[in-house]
Structure formats: structure tokens, C-alpha cells
């Protein structure tokens, strides 16, 4: 799959620190968008979306590590 264990330890790097990003970045903005729709509609609906949503950008996110493709990783983003 990798060419080199340079490769490798450079690619992980790289999804490391991108998945730390994303982590902040979603929470940062999602809780209180989350939490006010929650206020608005029933919070367990809310809750289900969020989780979906979730496992979405994760099965892309892990597609995109399989594949190699910094392009697809950068894109989810």
C-alpha cells in the first residue's frame, strides 16, 4: 500500500493532525447549533442526525485514508 515507511509515517502524520482538527472544528461549531436545535425539536431526533451525520464523515474520511487520496480527505473537510 505505501511504497516506504516514510511514506507511511508522513501520511499519518497528516491524518493525525487533520482528524485533531476536525474534532475542534466540529465542536466548536456544532454543540451550540446542535443544543439550540435540540431546544427547538425533540432532542433525541437531534441527537440520532448528529450521530449519523457522524458516522458519515467518518466512513469518507476512513474511505479516503484507504484510497491514499489527500484530495477526498481535504474535500470532507
Known sequence: ???S??????FL???MTYTLDMVGFAQFF???LA???ADH???YKVFLVTI?????GYAVMAYSVYS???SLLFFVK
Open 1 to 3: 500500500m505505501f511504497r
Open 5 to 10: 515507511p516514510q511514506n507511511f509515517r508522513t
Open 41 to 43: 425539536f425533540v432532542r
Open 52 to 56: 449519523g451525520l457522524s458516522i458519515i
Open 30 to 32: 456544532g454543540s451550540p
Open 68 to 70: 491514499q487520496s489527500l
Open 13 to 15: 502524520t497528516v491524518v
Open 35 to 37: 443544543g439550540a436545535l
